[in-house]
């Protein structure tokens, strides 16, 4: 009897330890993934390949070659790995289907009838050619679209300015040559790199990067106005953010001060979602207003900042301006947009009546064609009045790997101590 109860007494203190080395294995791996999760994301490589040609993505196969050069240089932390205008050519390994992008060019009854997912290249590597030779990337596609930067609009001085400040865009897939509605311009290719296979040698501009980073030290004060390309990290949009969202970003250019670095190229910039305004009844555009207060150096601790949006590069068909106080806000309706509602509204409006007559006269036999017609067109114009007017307006949305400039808002003044493992800032003032 003893015998027995020493035996399940030691298998219930078994069971005890397994089940809690267990959860603390549990514990550690989530602590692990926690702790992987934005080091990879701020650790792959952002490359855009402007393309030598227009692309339909109806007509690729497996095997072809899709040729390009990069629209920017590709820093890995603070060293320049590949300049702007190297050659870049990716082979088609196999086709997928994936969700179509969502946009705000169509209102939401021709998305209807528009297909939801879309053929899309998948490559494997992508071969960059540099001066110093060739390298291959590990790449997985982002998007692929013709791109426009919009700017913050200027306040109206004057008639003659009014014109340049409600623009606030300029066009940056361009294929060469004359740009117009005859001639699409060649896309912009989006891609998200993991790793270098090969050798590679550093190039001039690599070692002078990276000899003034080892050589900055002292005060270092931007001023406020100070512009930064950022890359944002994750989707955001007016109909599914909160207020108070965190907004996460990183550098994609290194910022210097009189030649040196002060921000390195990888410096993660966090923000958040201050306001926004979901699509609205009535065709009322959406609007979102982001801010940035905080930023962390590689290797360093988070340094508190005030910067606002001056641009963003968007789709060319997306209608989302900025204002001089730096919020996004969708445009009104259009010509084609209105037309589309109303020809919809049209249509619904006789179905509804041409409905409602024969419901009113297998009802009621003893009804009259005057009364059932009038009844017929109270009916069609309520219906046709809600459908109008609980259309919504345009949103505006700003996916994952959307090129953004920020400017500081005030000065930032940072002293960097130089050791072996990093470099730590230290903030002066407010």
């Known amino acids: 009897m003893r015998s027995g109860r020493l035996s399940k007494a030691m298998r219930g203190m078994l069971l005890v330890m397994v089940a809690a080395g267990s959860v603390v294995c549990r514990a550690a791996d989530d602590t692990a ?46 060293r320049e790995l590949f300049p702007a205008g190297s050659h870049v050519s990716l082979a088609v390994d196999h086709m997928e289907k994936r969700r179509r992008i969502a946009d705000d060019h169509w209102p939401g009854v021709v998305k209807l009838f528009t297909p939801r997912h879309q053929s899309y290249p998948v490559f494997k590597t992508a071969t960059v050619s540099a001066a110093n030779g060739e390298s291959a990337l590990q790449v997985s596609l982002i998007s692929i ?14 008639a003659g300015q009014q014109a340049d400040n409600e623009t606030g865009s300029v066009e940056v ?9 005859a001639k699409l311009a060649a896309p912009m290719m989006v891609l ?36 930064c390309k950022i890359l944002l990290l994750g989707d955001v949009s007016a109909s599914k953010s909160k207020p108070g969202d965190l907004v996460q970003a990183r550098l994609l250019e290194p910022v210097l001060l009189n030649s040196r670095v002060v921000l390195p190229a990888g410096t993660l910039f966090e923000g958040k979602v201050v306001k926004k305004t979901p699509p609205r009844w009535g065709s009322r555009a959406g609007s979102l207003y982001l801010t ?13 900042i005030a910067a606002s949006l001056t641009g963003a590069e968007l789709d060319r068909r997306s209608h989302t301006r900025i204002d001089a106080e730096g919020q996004l806000r969708g445009e009104r309706p259009g010509k ?49 009045g809600i459908y109008m007017v609980s259309r919504r307006g345009r949103d505006v949305m700003l996916p994952r790997f959307t090129e953004m400039n920020i400017a500081l808002d005030r000065p930032l003044s940072v002293t960097k101590t130089v050791d072996s493992a990093a470099i730590a800032p230290v903030v002066h003032g407010d």
Not at 46 to 73: C, F, H, M, T
Not at 192 to 198: H, L, R, S
Not at 292 to 304: A, E, I, K, Q, S
């Open 33 to 78: 993934s926690r702790a992987q999760g934005p080091a990879s994301a701020n650790s792959s490589l952002y490359v855009k390949v402007q393309l030598n040609k227009p692309l339909k993505l109806s007509k690729l196969k497996p095997g072809d070659v899709i040729e390009g050069n990069l629209a920017r240089d590709v820093y890995s932390s603070d």
């Open 145 to 158: 679209s013709r791109k426009r930067e919009v700017h913050a609009q200027g306040k109206k001085k004057g």
């Open 173 to 181: 897939s361009r294929s060469g040559g004359v740009y117009g509605p």
């Open 192 to 227: 998200e790199a993991f790793g270098i296979e090969g050798e590679k040698t550093s190039s001039p501009n690599v070692e002078d990067t990276s000899s003034s980073a080892r050589d900055l030290s002292g005060l270092e004060t931007l001023p406020a106005g100070t512009a």
């Open 292 to 304: 940035f207060t905080g930023l962390t150096l590689p290797g360093g601790n988070l340094v508190p």
């Open 336 to 384: 084609a947009w209105m037309a589309i509602n109303i020809g919809v509204t049209a249509g619904l409006a006789k179905e509804v009546d041409d409905t409602t007559q024969l419901i009113i006269e297998a009802i009621v036999s003893t009804a009259t064609d005057a009364s059932t017609a009038g009844t017929a067109r109270i009916v069609s114009s309520c219906i046709s």
